[in-house]
């Protein structure tokens, strides 16, 4: 129905272009009797007018076609994303930090320290919270055999810190000779088993977040081998510290304790 609305009313627009020309029988020097016929210029102009009106009417109505099928599209997906409560705290950032040197530590990356400890701790920090049973039922989940705590919520945490946790799961394996030196094998197997679940876990949110930055690849100098990555591109991400601020004020007090269901006894 848009299509035609849209097409019938370029037609329209041309009708009354070609109305408001003078027709080409009248000649202003005929009607005082000093003129001749001219050839009938101005009816072609006016054609001209009709065609073109008629094709920007028609491009018009496919840019706006594409956009609402867009729309659509991002509105669908978006319809169905389950409510959260820390969604009318979040803030967002342009951000264009990338990690493509493979020598450069960060305070989470490099041979471990104690700093490089703190600086874990303190993202991991506070991991969760009480969440009400309306939270719990608005973001769909069931309190059924939910994990209740002493004061009648439930014990949750944000998807985020799930994965933090599982990246940090990974990193302190991938140092195993300072954290783990004396495991026994069977603790070694629940290792692997706990961070192929991980591998896991964070393969699902990449995949789901799916970052499109352009990636390029450049010649760092005349002895390199191969080209190294390198990426200007900017993402628009949610500011760490407002998820922190939120996390902070619903953290567990401590009179907050998991209580086992009598039936587990």
């Known amino acids: ?40 210029v101005t009816k072609l102009s006016c054609l001209k007018v009709y065609i073109v009106t008629l094709h920007l009417g028609i491009i018009v ?3 706006i076609t594409a956009s609402h099928i867009f729309a659509n599209d991002t509105s669908m997906a978006l319809k169905g994303m389950s409510w959260s409560p820390v969604q009318g705290s979040l803030q967002y950032e ?17 041979p471990p ?10 993202i991991l920090t506070p991991m969760y919270f009480a969440a009400t049973e309306r939270e719990m039922l608005s973001a769909g989940e069931t309190v059924k055999n939910g994990a209740q705590l002493t004061g009648g919520d439930y014990l949750a945490t944000l998807g985020v810190y799930h994965e933090l946790h599982c990246l940090h799961q990974m990193r302190l394996f991938l140092y195993r000779e300072r954290y783990y030196h004396n495991i026994t094998k069977e603790q070694e197997n629940y290792l692997r088993e706990h961070l192929d679940h991980c591998m896991e876990a964070l393969r699902i949110t990449i995949m789901c977040h799916g970052n499109t930055g352009l990636y390029t690849f450049a010649w760092d100098s005349d002895a390199s081998n191969k080209p190294t990555t390198k990426s200007n591109a900017r993402s628009a991400c949610v500011k760490w510290s407002s998820i922190k601020k939120w996390s902070y004020s619903r953290q567990l007090a401590e009179s907050d304790h998991v209580v086992r269901p009598s039936y587990l006894q």
């Open 61 to 63: 109505l496919l840019a």
């Open 1 to 40: 129905m848009t299509f035609f609305r849209t097409y019938f009313n370029a037609i329209d627009v041309a009708d009354e272009e070609k109305h408001l020309c003078p027709s080409s029988d009248f000649n202003p020097d005929e009607s005082s009797g000093h003129g001749r016929k001219k050839p009938a």
């Open 113 to 122: 320290t104690s700093q490089q400890e703190i600086a874990w701790a303190k």
């Open 94 to 110: 342009l951000n264009g930090r990338h990690a493509l040197k493979h020598h450069k530590s960060t305070p989470f990356s490099g």
